[in-house]
C-alpha cells in the first residue's frame, strides 16, 4: 500500500433499498466540485454508472471520464481499501455505498482501523415515497431506523413524489429517531457536493463568504460562512462551540493552531460528528489558518457562526 500524505476522507452512503442512492451517486459522479472521487459499493451490479460516464473498463473496476473510479468492494472490504488507497491517481475522496440492508456503523468502524483513511460522516437517504409503509413492516422497520439513528446528515429524497404537509411530517419522524443530524429535503438526488462530501480544503477564502452567495444555480438553498483567525484556540472550547451549533449548520471544517501544544489541528463536523486530527504534512496548507461552514440560507448562518466564534478571538 502506499504512503500518503495525509488520510483520505470517506463517506459512508446509507439507505434503505430503492431510497435514491444509486441516483444520488450518479449526480455526484457528474458534479463532484473538482473532486476524484472513488465509488466502492457492495455488489458492483447495484450500481449501473451511466454508460457516457465511463471512459475505461478494466475488470471491475471502471475509470470515468471526470478521472473518477468505481469498483466493488467484494468480500474483503480492507482490501477494497487497499485498492482505493492504491489507486492511480489517487483520490480526493472514498466513497461507499453501502447495500440497502446494511449497518452503515459497522463500515465506518472497519475505516477507523485503517490508519490511512479518515471518516467523513455517514449520509442516509430515505424515501419520502415509502417511509411510512417501511417502518410498519416489522421485517424492515429496524434495519431503517438503524440507518436513520446512526447517519450524521439525513436526505429525505423523492419530495417531489409527495406533499408538503408529508414532508413535514416525515422530518418529525426523523427528528424522533435522529434528534442530532441535519435534514434536508431533496428530489432525483440532486444536492450539491460541497453538502455531501463538505469541503475537502478546509482553509477559509481570502475574504468572508456573504451569506446567500453561491456558485451553482441549484445551491441556492444553501449559503456559506468563513472566518480567519491566527490565534491558538483551545481544543475543549472549541469542542464545546461546535456541539452548541444547530443542525442549520449543515457542515463545518477548519485549521488552526492549538493552544495545548502549538500545532496546526484539523477540525470536521457534521450534524453530531465531531473530528479533531493533528496535522502532519503542510505541502497543501497556504500559511492561514481558520474556519469555513455551509447552512441552509435561512438559518441566518452568519449571525448564528459570528455569535458562537467570537469567543475564540
Not at 1 to 7: I, N, W
Not at 99 to 119: C, H, Q, T, Y
Not at 215 to 220: D, N, P
Not at 223 to 248: G, M, N, V, Y
Request: proline share 5%.
Amino acid at each position: 500500500m502506499k504512503t500518503r500524505e495525509k488520510p483520505l476522507p470517506m463517506t459512508v452512503l446509507a439507505g434503505f433499498l430503492g431510497a435514491g442512492k444509486t441516483t444520488l451517486v450518479n449526480h455526484l459522479l457528474r458534479h463532484p466540485g473538482g473532486r476524484k472521487i472513488m465509488v466502492l459499493v457492495n455488489d458492483f451490479g447495484e450500481l449501473p454508472i451511466d454508460e457516457e460516464l465511463i471512459a475505461t473498463r478494466e475488470e471491475n473496476i471502471l475509470t470515468l471520464a471526470n478521472g473518477c473510479a468505481c469498483c466493488s468492494m467484494g468480500g474483503d472490504l480492507f482490501a477494497a481499501f487497499s485498492a482505493a488507497l492504491d489507486f492511480t491517481p489517487p483520490p480526493d475522496h472514498l466513497l461507499i455505498e453501502a447495500s440497502g440492508v446494511a449497518e452503515p456503523k459497522r463500515i465506518a468502524n472497519f475505516a477507523r482501523a485503517e490508519p490511512d483513511l479518515v471518516l467523513n460522516g455517514i449520509v442516509t437517504v430515505i424515501d419520502a415515497s415509502n417511509i411510512e409503509d417501511t417502518r410498519s413492516d416489522q421485517r424492515l422497520s429496524g434495519i431503517l431506523n438503524n440507518q436513520i439513528l446512526t447517519a450524521h446528515l439525513l436526505l429525505l429524497n423523492k419530495c417531489d413524489l409527495v406533499g408538503t404537509g408529508d414532508i413535514e411530517r416525515h422530518k418529525e419522524t426523523l427528528v424522533e429517531i435522529n434528534a442530532s443530524a441535519p435534514i434536508l429535503a431533496i428530489s432525483n438526488g440532486v444536492l450539491p457536493a460541497d453538502i455531501f462530501f463538505g469541503n475537502d480544503s478546509p482553509q477559509p477564502d481570502s475574504a468572508p463568504t456573504e451569506e446567500g452567495v453561491n456558485t451553482h444555480s441549484h445551491e441556492s438553498d444553501f449559503s456559506r460562512w468563513s472566518f480567519e483567525t491566527e490565534s491558538a484556540i483551545d481544543k475543549t472550547e472549541l469542542r464545546e462551540i461546535l456541539e452548541t451549533l444547530p443542525s442549520s449548520v449543515l457542515r463545518l471544517k477548519g485549521i488552526f493552531k492549538s493552544l495545548d501544544d502549538d500545532q496546526l489541528w484539523t477540525v470536521h463536523k457534521v450534524g453530531s460528528y465531531i473530528d479533531f486530527a493533528l496535522l502532519t504534512t503542510y505541502g497543501d496548507v497556504s500559511g492561514r489558518t481558520g474556519f469555513v461552514a455551509i447552512g441552509l440560507s435561512n438559518s441566518k448562518l452568519r449571525e448564528i457562526m459570528n455569535e458562537a466564534f467570537d469567543s475564540l478571538e
